[in-house]
């Protein structure tokens, strides 16, 4: 394995994109926003495994944040996570300046509507909106074939996947497995944020999908069986404030009753959670698909 | 030259594109509503000159038409089209149903802000949102290294270099001159609408643009004195309902008081005229930018 390029400029980053699919390879593109953990790694290896050459960017996007949320004080570790993305089986670390992807007189967003209104898009008016943007800028400069997204984060996955669809951009959409601690908590940048106090209330999360998971294994098809479930699951947790429970269809995140399939399509449901513990906001979900073990 | 291709499907059209740029061959687009005249086969022959393969996209878009306009009565000479296309050097004609466009749930918009808001943005609301998501899917689709626009459409072409500049897509944008019949009104689709009487009455947007132009030759730089003589000439069409008579920076389409140049920038100002005859709107502009004559 040779060393991972770290470019700071989009037209480098193009142009070597550019060069690669002239020579027939394919380019993957793991977006992250840093703090590199075992998460982004398993994007990096799933990438590596079937581009020629993996462009893995780190890129704090302020237009997905916010007023009063995370950005200033969201963890920036550059050094460590270029190491960790080569090791992974990054060729290239993209890792722009703010001011090379949005010019002081950027004008242009991209939005997906109706998919971003409820769940988080309720609670963080705009953050879709800035996910939309900058995924669209970053599938463009890096000219990827196929782009690599977490399942913890499902709702933006969905919307990724819609906007992708919906503009025609060339690239395959993968959506790979939650990876999560020992203890089951789902890996996040943000848990860098907890208190071992605070760590120990956001197993309420992972505590309520897996008390779910019992339910759908038990039969337990409607939403107000599953949300009931896993929202007094997480009543155990008083440190956890819950902000949603919910059941949805895991493409449209629209508000589903029962997990039921229609003609030719396996029922599936997506319940989301999400909550604060402390300052900390944090996100789970598990996927139910008939047919299938429950995906937490 | 060997007979142009027509493909309806965005998929058959990437794949194409793709199996060019492997091939090291540039990719051109012509965007088109169709119906093409002078004005489209001049960017295609420009297209044919810089590019290896050239697709003339044909697409009445019904996202950029608002409540009342005239997407139903818009021509639509496909057969005829192709034709033409091919004769200025098209390799390959896009003409998409809507449904292969836009899915049932299509979600996704592309807005750029500010640009958008003034001229034709003020009475055709949301028609650049139009506009710049149905550009943003045929690069996609086509994967243009270069994409070609007439500068009749001004605001259109600003609107799109910004868009494609935000969002980094690697496609260089031509803007080149509008054609004109041989007495001066400027080649429109929209002109097969139009009466004798009434193009007699369109007549006055050039007229004005010359009028103007007249004036910048004598040294005027004021938008007072260019947009008065311009409004003045318009006014000897009674049949011409003029819409706006504006100067506005040629990029920003922020409006100008005076054409004035900065530090190493020459000044330079767009003269856009918009306007109706009977149910007909059209539009027309001339740019001035100093050391050089008017381009109209």
């Known amino acids: 394995m040779s060393p991972a390029r770290l470019l700071h400029l ?8 550019l060069s690669v699919k002239r020579e027939g390879g394919r380019v993957g593109v793991v977006p992250t926003m840093g703090c590199l953990h075992e998460g982004h790694l398993s994007l990096v290896r799933a990438a590596a495994a079937e581009c020629d050459h993996v462009i893995t960017t780190v890129f704090v996007n302020p237009t997905q944040f ?41 004008a242009t967003t991209v ?3 109706g ?10 008016p705009g953050h879709f ?12 400069v890096t000219q990827a074939d196929a782009a690599y997204f977490g399942r913890k984060d499902a709702q933006q996955a969905a919307v990724i996947r819609r906007m992708v669809r919906d503009l025609h951009f060339p690239v395959r959409v993968a959506v790979l497995p939650t990876v ?20 120990a209330q ?10 779910a998971a019992e339910c759908w294994e038990a039969g337990e098809r409607t939403a107000a069986g599953l949300c009931t479930a896993a929202a007094d699951q997480l009543d155990a947790y008083a440190g956890f404030l819950a902000e949603y429970v919910a059941l949805v269809h895991p493409d449209t995140m629209e508000p589903l009753q029962v997990i039921e399939g229609a003609e030719g399509v ?21 996927l139910f698909r008939e047919g299938q073990a429950p995906q937490i």
């Open 202 to 211: 956001a197993l309420g999360l992972v505590s309520a999908l897996r008390r």
């Open 66 to 106: 916010g007023p009063g949320e995370d950005f200033e004080r969201y963890p920036r570790t550059l050094g460590n996570d270029v190491r960790l993305a080569e090791a992974a089986g990054t060729h290239t670390v993209f890792a722009p300046e703010t001011a090379a992807m949005y010019a002081a007189d950027h």
């Open 10 to 17: 989009p037209s480098e980053v193009t142009e070597l994109a």
């Open 266 to 286: 396996e029922g599936a449901g997506l319940l989301a959670l999400a909550g604060r513990v402390g300052a900390t906001r944090l996100i789970d979900n598990a």
């Open 115 to 124: 998919l971003t209104s409820g769940l988080c898009g309720a609670s963080r």
């Open 111 to 113: 939005e997906v509507a």
């Open 129 to 140: 909106k800035g996910v939309t943007t900058i995924v669209a800028m970053l599938l463009n």
């Open 180 to 199: 999560r601690e020992p203890d089951g908590l789902a890996m996040s940048s943000r848990n860098a944020y907890l208190s071992a106090e605070e760590r």
